[in-house]
């Protein structure tokens, strides 16, 4: 009489075990997946009109129904004055990675059989191996862990979809070929100092590819590539230009949901840091339009800076008493510095990034402290916020002939703050319209006897910023002007109607001299020079 006992791993009843078993076969045979890769056509960067081939190797993060589309529009050319839009369906190009599992798995049967020989019990032990073929009706034995690792697979492959979403990109057909070019007109001016500025006076490209007011606009800050600007606006996107050579939109990121008020250059000049009402932080590659780090703030953002030496780590305020500073590499938060206070409307990192300023929206009837506030990057202690607050103006007389001392209190918030290139002082943009000045070391002193004045800002977001040599000053105003002070005398030099709405923004060129983009309400982009 002989027994056979077959063992199996993580079964879950005898009758999953008989279902795997085959009568008279000496061994279970099964089929292997393969990976597979599919061959996709695009262009390369840089050779449009070319096409080449790649091999798709399938990720882990990858889902195999997922697609990544890339809109490419036209060449748009804009002359002065011109604001026509130049309209053609877009080419669209889509590919799917797939993946296959592959699992192989062993499954070791132990049969025991007794035999008397001669008196002698001899007892065997037998081990069964896989083979690679496969038995038409036999559907192979997976243990039940496995299964259950594989069935909460899609939703893995999912969320990692979800978290590295990409942005929905529109580019130029000349996008790809102009956005790390060194323009010509630049290229004279790499190996020179920045040299004196002048007033610009003549216009030469206007953008209006926003449906919406911009909110920002900046310079590429590597030189080489400085003829791109950036643009943020309450259309929900992010915009690149070439606002030098030609005037074109580059690129196109839509990876808001709400209207976005803050945007930022790396320092590399690869990536693009944004903030807006929808409280999403995204940090866009420029090229490919993939988000390197993406999360959900408690609040909506209106202000973001990077800090000045340390390129991982940036700083976020909006309509919070909190602000907060980021970690890219990790994606958690580092600080939180909390003021009581409803809305933070600027940032401002001092020299060497171990202070910063931050401009609020904290004003009462008798006093303005807690407007701007001077906080302690390492430690998140206050250093600061009767900044912008008394000053001493004179000295008065009561009825008594006594003295007493005549006390002006500042109550205006500040939308916008910036840095002197060169000497230790900050200008911070106020709704009194009017610019003050301060000292940039403590104890931040304002200037009692230089007041920049004769722009209006009335509520809006009016930015301010001094020439690359600090010889000047400049601000928008919301009758769409544009002011340019001396920044030794504070006196207006000229005044420039650039647009017809409020003019937020007016940032000078750090390489080239003399040339100056402005933005407006109405959502144009000006070139002047």
Known sequence: MSLSLVAYDDSDSEAETEKTEVPNTPSRQTSLLSPSVDRVQYFAP??????????????????????????????????????????????????????????????????????????????????????????????????????QENSSMPEKKESDQKNSSDCDVKLGISGEQTSRKISELIKPYLGSKYKLTEVPKNLIFCMSKHSGPV????????????????????????????AVDTGCCLKTYSCHSCAVR??????????????????????????TGKQIFSSKNEFRISALKFHPTESNIFICGG???????????????????KAAV??????????????FLTSTDAVSRDSADRTIIAWDFQSAAKISNQIFHTYLLGTTASLKWTVFPLFFTERYTCPSLTLHPKESVFV??????????????????????????????????????????????????????????????ARIIRTLSAHKEACVSAIFHPVLPSLLATCDWAGEIKIWQ
Not at 342 to 354: A, N, S, V, Y
Not at 473 to 485: A, E, Q, R
């Open 46 to 147: 840089g050779s449009l009109g070319t096409k080449s081939t790649y091999e798709m190797q399938p990720t882990d993060n990858t889902d195999s129904s997922g697609t990544s589309t890339v809109y490419e529009d036209p060449p748009e050319h804009y002359a002065q004055n011109n604001n026509t839009h130049l309209t053609s369906p877009y080419c669209r190009r889509a590919y799917s990675g797939h993946t296959a599992l592959c699992m192989s798995y062993k499954n070791h049967e132990q049969i025991s059989s007794s035999s008397t020989n001669s008196g002698n019990v001899v007892s065997q032990k037998r081990t069964h191996t896989d083979s690679t073929t496969a038995i038409k009706g036999i559907r192979p034995y997976i243990p039940k862990r496995l299964r």
């Open 215 to 242: 909110n920002e606009i900046q310079w590429c800050p590597v030189r080489q590539q400085s003829h791109m600007l950036l643009s943020a606006s309450m259309d929900k996107t992010v915009k690149v230009w070439d």
């Open 262 to 287: 803050a945007a930022q250059w790396s320092s590399c000049g690869r990536r693009i840091l944004s903030g807006g009402f929808d409280s999403m932080l995204h940090l866009t590659d420029v090229e």
């Open 319 to 337: 309509f919070s008493p909190e602000v907060k500073a980021w970690d890219i590499r990790t994606s958690k938060v580092l600080r939180v510095y």
């Open 342 to 355: 409803q809305q933070t409307l600027d940032i401002l990192f001092l020299p060497e990034g171990r202070e």
């Open 428 to 489: 911070a943009q106020t709704n009194g319209n009017y610019m003050a000045l301060f000292s940039a070391q403590r104890p931040y002193r304002i200037n009692k006897k230089k007041r920049y004045e004769g722009h209006k800002v009335e509520g809006f977001a009016v930015g301010c910023e001094f020439s690359p040599d600090g010889t000047l000053l400049v601000t928008g105003s919301s009758d769409g002007k544009v002011f340019f002070y001396n920044y030794h005398t």
